[in-house]
């Protein structure tokens, strides 16, 4: 079964500061990757996405994310966070087929200015 | 293109009674799924389809019935509400034709107490 595990449920930084989520998953087979974004009463934005090729992915919002096989993670980074950036972020993971997605159980960011 | 539609938003419904959700989408996609958002608790798979008329169950489906009559809509069906069902629930869909199309396009979501 696929599974994937986020283990930080709060970060605070301050605003400049850089920025590391972790994602750790669990997949049988070649995963498609997803970080998406929630801002509070809102629904999900997609930030980024890695299903093969250049393990080092850019996404919106200044956002990348780098797939790391060996250690089954996909790390979200920003070099420089901003006040609107405080969100809620959830991992996800899927692969060919149903393409069903797993999340994890998200990471909430808090930004102090 | 309003690309995934989510009807209602909110909703109070009593213990016992039933409702539907409806989920639109104007993208032609394949795949069609219902997740429920609880605190702490990320998002988890209710039911999903991969085609006009079919439905598979997800990780949560007890208490739940779907449809998939036409390619473009969903139902969430709850025949029996109960409080365990207080939760906001997201409708995604997929097109899935390539390794290219596997983003999920989600609704705004529908904010659903059980009292």
Redesign the interface.
Known sequence: AQS?TQPD?HITVSEGASLELRCNYSYGATP?L?WYVQSPG???Q?LL?Y??GDTLVQGIKGFEAEFKRSQSSFNLRKPSVHWSDAAEY?CAV?G?G?????????TKLSVIP | NAGVTQTPKFRVLKTGQSMTLLCAQDMNHEYMYWYRQDPGMGLRLIHYSVGEGTTAKGEVPDGYNVSRLKKQNFLLGLESAAPSQTSVYFCASIKGDSQMNTEAFFGQGTRLTVV
């Open positions: 994937v449920i498609y997803f809102q629904g999900l997609l996405k299903f093969s959830f899927s060919a149903s393409y069903q997605l797993t999340f994890g159980k998200g």
